[in-house]
């Protein structure tokens, strides 16, 4: 007995200045896609805490479903006007296939279009772009994703039309476009809403706001 002892405290004491290795919780794939997010924004201060060498779940603006372990939410908000993160949203967000919850807000050097590859995100519940430098149509494609709850495109650049095909959108329950400088009529397939119709905020004011099948 007194042996065993022996050579289990050996062991102990062979092993005690090694670290015990825990896995990481972040899927490999949705950390290869975040670092590439991060490249394709020339590396911002703002996501420095971004470090290839620590679990993505642990990361600034990064949520991970804790029974997948994937990446569920990015959210990129900034409390200060003067970020230095700029550029056009970045292709690599619609690799992370169980994305829920977009968000970019308040940051006035995001520019360029609404990017198509968000059209991938079939998963997608939330699409939140606010206070950017966001321009372009309000893109068609977003009727394809039918698990959209919310759409909140406020306060950018935006231009053109309202598609008429966001209508088609099945869950949606709430619809705001308001303070960019979208032009045309309101579509009337609004009006085929399924009752009793997500809330709509298509104007800057929207006590103005006046529905085509409601006259």
Known sequence: MGSMLMMLGLCVLLLWPFPVAFSEQCHPHDKKVLLQFKKELNNPY????????????????????DTTNRIYKLFLVSSFPDTNLSGQIPPSVGDLPYLEDLTFHKLPNLVGPIQPTIAKLTKLKYLIITNTGISGPVPDFLAQLKNLELIKLSFNSLSGTIPTSLSQLPNLSSLQLDRNKLTGPIPASFGSFKKPGPDLILTSFPGLLLLPWAT
């Open 46 to 65: 703002f996501l420095a805490s971004w470090n290839p060498k620590e679990d993505c779940c642990t990361w600034y603006c990064v949520e991970c479903d």
